[in-house]
């Protein structure tokens, strides 16, 4: 009988194993070679509170200290920053999985995602961008505010694949795709381009950069949680 178990359950695997491919061929990982995720929660949330998130990548989080002081008292402000990138088919996971473990439900987000994953064409990435925007919504109840922030512009010396042509084709799709839902954009990206100049590495951007965007951003949650009330 146990043999006869395992047989089947190789048999399965094997036929399991000829399908796997045919779904591999949807959409593939593209791994950096280094990756990671920033998770960060308020210490004592006020339940009387509504709860924020920024989700995005390492300028987000740059700049999610200053829209944490600037929302102190209105909100409880949670961050969830990764190097994945639409495209890559583990990121609707990756924001499931940390909707489960928070286990609160957020009024608003302010999220982006652009400035990762440039093996990933910008076909790939309009392409996926559906499915990533659904999994944010999935975070948030029905009367809940999003706000896409469009992808901060780049040095002339960023490497790795980040050049502004391609942050504007990606900002282009994105911002074509969250407008006909009637989602609000926060343009870090015009708000960054007239600070080329605070910029602290080809990518990112210093202490006083951070304060602008984090000022801004915080600007679109204020109006937002107001018009939830």
């Known amino acids: 009988m146990v043999r006869e178990s395992v047989l ?116 790939e990435y309009e392409k996926a961008f559906p499915a990533f925007l659904r999994s944010v919504q999935r975070l948030t109840g029905s009367h809940a505010k999003l706000i896409w922030a469009t992808t901060t512009p780049v040095r002339n010396d960023a490497t790795g694949g980040a050049t502004n042509p391609r942050i504007d084709a990606r900002n282009a799709i994105a911002n074509a795709l969250v407008t006909t839902q009637g989602i609000v954009i926060d343009d870090q990206h015009a708000l960054m381009e007239k600070h080329t100049e605070l910029h602290r590495d080809a990518v990112h951007f210093d202490d006083a950069g951070a304060t602008l965007q984090g000022d801004q951003a915080a600007g679109f949650v204020r109006d937002a949680l107001r018009s939830a009330r």
């Open 8 to 123: 089947a359950v190789s048999s399965m695997f094997f036929c399991m194993a000829g399908v796997l491919p045919l779904h591999a061929q949807k959409a593939s990982s593209i791994p950096e070679e280094i990756e990671w995720t920033w998770e960060v929660r308020p210490v004592k949330p006020d339940m009387n509170l509504p709860n924020v998130l920024l989700l995005g990548d390492s300028i987000t989080r740059n700049y999610f200290p200053e829209v944490k002081k600037d929302l102190a008292g209105m909100a409880n402000v949670y961050l969830m920053a990764s190097s994945t990138c639409v495209g890559d088919p583990r990121l609707p996971g990756q924001i499931a999985e940390f909707g489960v473990m928070e286990h609160v439900q957020f009024a608003v987000v302010h999220f982006n995602n652009g400035m990762h994953g440039w093996e990933y064409s910008e076909a």
